[in-house]
């Protein structure tokens, strides 16, 4: 939003930082020098035309202004919207970075202070999952990081002159070469694919920050990764056991490579002379076997390094990581022995009088040894429960060969490295107890090492949990595995699948409910729970600043651990930035540890009327909408759900069938992403206007709802959400693309819901407008929506151009990244 636009609302924007000008101002102007050499000026005028009408038309909305913006998109020809499309895109995604390092300046600034260590122990896990609408293809994305690592050296003080000079040539040869680069992939990537893209995760930031968040919060973190990608096969054909297999076998193959790195690096240092740090006893024993194993390199290493053991020690400990690489059988029989390894050496060091060695980098390889393991995440499988039921009647290769991947990489590997096998729409026990007799049937002591996981994402289902549980935990092989794993469960919530069941207010409160159900339930039964939130990136998935969520969770449903999914590009954008991954992390560990307990008591139990009264109000106004006659239609004509569902972004299909227009079989993530490109983000707030309605109009009703919005975080955070995902909106496109589907009945009904909830948003929270108290994320939105707009007005005039695919493809990407969302 442009000053005058701000003013007009009485509310003051928010500076900007000179920093973030500047890189804002280098880069973009490298960009359009990229386009003026690269595209030519003709081009380079169409985009600053195009770029000029929509931001006048935004600065004062008028009949000649929206006529002079149709003006110019009529004027641009298919050849040339293709390369506006990545004009627009590449702006999008060069300011997305430089914000980013502003986000980094802000975290430095922030962070000098160090914060107390945690004084109750925490688990967190983290699961990468494959996303079906992660719309950068890889390269872009390695391009954008050199960018951003780039701009960060122009921070250092000590950069200018010859050296000032080389960031820039370099940063002009990476904008250049991301212009140059097609936005959009030419063939969807295959499972292994996507299992190398999560590994880029890893080495960007992951594996490195993992001992720094330690440190910070204390030892009574504990971190843990997991993974569906290659593992994940619900709904996936293309999710083989072969695939499962290589999966793991690249995961295993990275750690290793990463801690023989860092073993070599950590050894050039590690310089201590026998004199000042004597040897123990067990680092000599250790030495003799090396000599006994690695002769020729021991007694090099001995001849060079004759005065430094522990230096020798730690150069062949790499040797023997290298060995287990590549299935040398003087390599270490497992994760365990590298650690009891790494220990023999750090105890030396400490019985010697260097604590300070053993404490430091050794202290992180060995954090990080006990983390990652030799398998680097914890790989799990999904299949639907369906699949299995039908498996139990009429024998299925594939499923069989699953079951005998998961016991192959456990013989391998060790348990930890794949023991989760999660059930998609679990119904009852009877999907449990199928599970356990097709893993029985691949390997009969499978069960016993088995963890077979309900995942509850239907109202049905979640409404019925703790009775779904109760017959589950009496099965024989889940009491044989409850008792040898310590008594621990885990039950996965699905946030996608209820929200597009219910509408998100609705499958919002369900689920809170189902937390403090199923946390009530497994206290009784002296269970050990872990809550597993299969939440997506968009507000209509449950999405959300995760940290303020896991404050805002029912008192007691934490208790010390938290599992969630990490998606596509919400996993990028948290572990893109060393900086950021760890501000990320430690938030995470902080909130779980400052988590309501159960004793705590629970906000929302003074207001038991009010939500019944939104919950059926909201679900009905959901319900009305999605199922009314010719829905599905108005879906697939007004949205680009067609052109979604063809783009190559990931291995998995869109819908469950072959036709995006079954509803009900269409994907949770395509179904928020054409929303979102459609200007509506129907998902992230229809339903909610009526539900707070039906208590507003209550005697005393807004009242009551007002102080739950400021008593009860969960629904202050619910409300913010739906703003975020309006405010994203826009209301004039979103008539235009309503428009195509011709069915005026459902566009009155979509914009009838968007004034109601406007308006109770504004009259709850009472701020004067949308994120009213969110004044820097409003601009940051405002400012936005201009560029935003132009690529949308171009898809709409080539979304049924058959010829103009591609085209339509680039829009939809750069869309996504103007929004900082896809589903």
Same mark, same amino acid.
């Given at each position: 939003?442009?000053?005058?636009?701000? %003013?007009?609302?009485?509310?003051?924007?928010?500076?900007?930082?000179?920093?973030?000008?500047?890189?804002?101002?280098?880069?973009?102007?490298?960009?359009?020098?990229?386009?003026?050499?690269?595209?030519?000026?003709?081009?380079?005028?169409?985009?600053?035309?195009?770029?000029?009408?929509?931001?006048?038309?935004?600065?004062?909305?008028?009949?000649?202004?929206?006529?002079?913006?149709?003006?110019?998109?009529?004027?641009?020809?298919?050849?040339?919207?293709?390369?506006?499309?990545?004009?627009?895109?590449?702006?999008?995604?060069?300011?997305?970075?430089?914000?980013?390092?502003?986000?980094?300046?802000?975290?430095?600034?922030?962070?000098?202070?160090?914060?107390?260590?945690?004084?109750?122990?925490?688990?967190?896990?983290?699961?990468?999952?494959?996303?079906?609408?992660?719309?950068?293809?890889?390269?872009?994305?390695?391009?954008?990081?050199?960018?951003?690592?780039?701009?960060?050296?122009?921070?250092?003080?000590?950069?200018?002159?010859?050296?000032?000079?080389?960031?820039?040539?370099?940063?002009?040869?990476?904008?250049?070469?991301?212009?140059?680069?097609?936005?959009?992939?030419?063939?969807?990537?295959?499972?292994?694919?996507?299992?190398?893209?999560?590994?880029?995760?890893?080495?960007?930031?992951?594996?490195?920050?993992?001992?720094?968040?330690?440190?910070?919060?204390?030892?009574?973190?504990?971190?843990?990764?997991?993974?569906?990608?290659?593992?994940?096969?619900?709904?996936?054909?293309?999710?083989?056991?072969?695939?499962?297999?290589?999966?793991?076998?690249?995961?295993?193959?990275?750690?290793?490579?990463?801690?023989?790195?860092?073993?070599?690096?950590?050894?050039?240092?590690?310089?201590?002379?026998?004199?000042?740090?004597?040897?123990?006893?067990?680092?000599?024993?250790?030495?003799?076997?090396?000599?006994?194993?690695?002769?020729?390199?021991?007694?090099?290493?001995?001849?060079?390094?004759?005065?430094?053991?522990?230096?020798?020690?730690?150069?062949?400990? %790499?040797?023997?990581?290298?060995?287990?690489?590549?299935?040398?059988?003087?390599?270490?029989?497992?994760?365990?022995?590298?650690?009891?390894?790494?220990?023999?050496?750090?105890?030396?060091?400490?019985?010697?009088?260097?604590?300070?060695?053993?404490?430091?980098?050794?202290?992180?390889?060995?954090?990080?040894?006990?983390?990652?393991?030799?398998?680097?995440?914890?790989?799990?499988?999904?299949?639907?429960?369906?699949?299995?039921?039908?498996?139990?009647?009429?024998?299925?290769?594939?499923?069989?060969?699953?079951?005998?991947?998961?016991?192959?990489?456990?013989?391998?590997?060790?348990?930890?490295?794949?023991?989760?096998?999660?059930?998609?729409?679990?119904?009852?026990?009877?999907?449990?107890?199928?599970?356990?007799?097709?893993?029985?049937?691949?390997?009969?002591?499978?069960?016993?090492?088995?963890?077979?996981?309900?995942?509850?994402?239907?109202?049905?289902?979640?409404?019925?949990?703790?009775?779904?549980?109760?017959?589950?935990?009496?099965?024989?092989?889940?009491?044989?595995?409850?008792?040898?794993?310590?008594?621990?469960?885990?039950?996965?919530?699905?946030?996608?699948?209820?929200?597009?069941?219910?509408?998100?207010?609705?499958?919002?409160?369900?689920?809170?409910?189902?937390?403090?159900?199923?946390?009530?339930?497994?206290?009784?039964?002296?269970?050990?729970?872990?809550?597993?939130?299969?939440?997506?990136?968009?507000?209509?998935?449950?999405?959300?600043?995760?940290?303020?969520?896991?404050?805002?969770?029912?008192?007691?449903?934490?208790?010390?651990?938290?599992?969630?999914?990490?998606?596509?590009?919400?996993?990028?954008?948290?572990?893109?930035?060393?900086?950021?991954?760890?501000?990320?992390?430690?938030?995470?560990?902080?909130?779980?540890?400052?988590?309501?307990?159960?004793?705590?008591?629970?906000?929302?139990?003074?207001?038991?009327?009010?939500?019944?009264?939104?919950?059926?109000?909201?679900?009905?106004?959901?319900?009305?909408?999605?199922?009314?006659?010719?829905?599905?239609?108005?879906?697939?004509?007004?949205?680009?759900?067609?052109?979604?569902?063809?783009?190559?972004?990931?291995?998995?299909?869109?819908?469950?069938?072959?036709?995006?227009?079954?509803?009900?079989?269409?994907?949770?993530?395509?179904?928020?992403?054409?929303?979102?490109?459609?200007?509506?983000?129907?998902?992230?707030?229809?339903?909610?206007?009526?539900?707070?309605?039906?208590?507003?109009?209550?005697?005393?009703?807004?009242?009551?709802?007002?102080?739950?919005?400021?008593?009860?975080?969960?629904?202050?955070?619910?409300?913010?959400?739906?703003?975020?995902?309006? %405010?994203?909106?826009?209301?004039?496109?979103?008539?235009?693309?309503?428009?195509?589907?011709?069915?005026?009945?459902?566009?009155?009904?979509?914009?009838?819901?968007?004034?109601?909830?406007?308006?109770?948003?504004?009259?709850?929270?009472?701020?004067?407008?949308?994120?009213?108290?969110?004044?820097?994320?409003?601009?940051?939105?405002?400012?936005?929506?201009?560029?935003?707009?132009?690529?949308?007005?171009?898809?709409?005039?080539?979304?049924?151009?058959?010829?103009?695919?591609?085209?339509?493809?680039?829009?939809?990407?750069?869309?996504?990244?103007?929004?900082?969302?896809?589903?």
């Amino acid at each position: 939003m442009t000053s005058r636009a701000a %003013a007009a609302t009485g509310r003051a924007e928010r500076p900007v930082p000179e920093t973030l000008r500047r890189d804002v101002r280098l880069l973009t102007t490298l960009l359009g020098d990229a386009i003026r050499a690269h595209g030519g000026e003709d081009l380079f005028a169409t985009v600053e035309e195009l770029r000029r009408a929509v931001r006048r038309l935004h600065e004062r909305p008028t009949p000649s202004r929206a006529a002079a913006v149709d003006r110019v998109i009529a004027g641009i020809s298919r050849e040339q919207g293709a390369h506006v499309a990545r004009a627009f895109t590449a702006f999008f995604q060069l300011v997305n970075v430089a914000e980013e390092r502003q986000r980094v300046r802000e975290l430095r600034e922030r962070g000098r202070a160090p914060l107390p260590p945690l004084t109750r122990p925490v688990e967190v896990t983290e699961v990468l999952t494959a996303h079906p609408t992660e719309a950068k293809r890889r390269a872009v994305v390695e391009h954008l990081w050199r960018i951003g690592d780039l701009l960060d050296t122009l921070d250092d003080p000590r950069t200018g002159g010859r050296v000032g000079g080389e960031t820039e040539r370099r940063l002009r040869e990476e904008i250049a070469s991301l212009w140059l680069t097609d936005p959009v992939r030419r063939r969807p990537p295959e499972p292994l694919d996507e299992v190398r893209a999560t590994m880029a995760l890893f080495d960007r930031t992951i594996f490195t920050t993992l001992p720094k968040v330690v440190r910070a919060t204390g030892t009574r973190t504990s971190m843990h990764w997991g993974t569906w990608v290659g593992g994940d096969r619900d709904g996936n054909p293309g999710v083989t056991a072969e695939v499962t297999l290589g999966a793991a076998a690249i995961a295993r193959d990275h750690v290793l490579r990463g801690y023989e790195t860092a073993a070599r690096r950590i050894a050039r240092s590690l310089s201590a002379s026998q004199t000042e740090v004597p040897p123990s006893a067990a680092l000599r024993r250790s030495l003799g076997r090396d000599v006994r194993d690695f002769p020729d390199r021991a007694h090099e290493l001995a001849r060079t390094l004759p005065d430094a053991p522990h230096r020798r020690k730690l150069v062949v400990i %790499a040797e023997r990581l290298a060995a287990t690489r590549t299935g040398d059988p003087n390599g270490f029989a497992s994760a365990a022995a590298f650690e009891r390894e790494l220990e023999t050496l750090r105890a030396s060091l400490r019985d010697g009088g260097a604590a300070i060695l053993a404490d430091g980098e050794l202290a992180d390889l060995a954090e990080q040894a006990r983390t990652f393991g030799f398998h680097l995440a914890s790989l799990e499988v999904r299949q639907h429960a369906a699949v299995l039921r039908a498996a139990l009647d009429d024998t299925n290769p594939e499923v069989d060969a699953t079951f005998r991947a998961i016991a192959r990489i456990q013989d391998e590997l060790g348990e930890a490295a794949c023991h989760r096998f999660v059930i998609s729409f679990t119904r009852g026990a009877a999907d449990v107890a199928a599970a356990y007799t097709l893993a029985r049937r691949a390997d009969p002591a499978l069960p016993r090492r088995l963890d077979v996981i309900c995942l509850f994402e239907s109202g049905t289902e979640l409404a019925h949990a703790t009775e779904i549980l109760d017959d589950v935990v009496a099965l024989p092989d889940v009491r044989a595995r409850l008792r040898r794993n310590g008594g621990r469960l885990e039950v996965m919530l699905g946030y996608s699948d209820s929200s597009k069941e219910a509408g998100v207010l609705a499958a919002s409160l369900t689920l809170y409910e189902a937390q403090r159900a199923i946390a009530a339930w497994a206290r009784a039964k002296g269970l050990e729970l872990t809550i597993f939130h299969g939440r997506g990136g968009a507000l209509g998935r449950g999405g959300g600043p995760t940290a303020r969520a896991i404050r805002a969770q029912p008192p007691g449903t934490v208790d010390g651990r938290f599992k969630v999914t990490e998606q596509g590009e919400v996993a990028f954008a948290r572990y893109g930035d060393a900086d950021i991954a760890w501000h990320h992390l430690e938030q995470l560990a902080r909130a779980v540890a400052g988590a309501p307990s159960a004793g705590a008591s629970d906000p929302s139990d003074a207001f038991a009327p009010e939500i019944a009264a939104m919950r059926t109000a909201s679900e009905a106004a959901w319900r009305a909408l999605v199922a009314a006659p010719g829905f599905a239609r108005c879906v697939t004509r007004a949205t680009p759900i067609k052109q979604i569902a063809s783009m190559p972004i990931a291995s998995r299909p869109v819908s469950r069938t072959s036709s995006v227009e079954d509803l009900d079989s269409l994907r949770a993530i395509p179904w928020v992403f054409s929303w979102a490109q459609a200007r509506v983000n129907l998902p992230g707030w229809f339903g909610l206007g009526t539900g707070l309605e039906a208590v507003a109009e209550t005697r005393g009703g807004l009242t009551r709802l007002r102080r739950m919005h400021t008593t009860w975080p969960f629904f202050a955070v619910l409300l913010e959400n739906a703003s975020v995902s309006l %405010a994203k909106a826009d209301r004039t496109l979103a008539a235009r693309y309503l428009e195509r589907a011709d069915q005026p009945e459902h566009a009155d009904a979509i914009f009838e819901e968007w004034d109601r909830t406007e308006r109770m948003l504004v009259a709850v929270t009472r701020e004067e407008e949308l994120l009213g108290a969110r004044s820097g994320l409003r601009s940051a939105l405002d400012l936005r929506a201009p560029y935003v707009d132009a690529l949308s007005y171009l898809q709409l005039r080539f979304l049924d151009d058959p010829k103009a695919t591609r085209l339509v493809q680039a829009t939809i990407a750069g869309v996504a990244a103007g929004l900082q969302n896809t589903g």
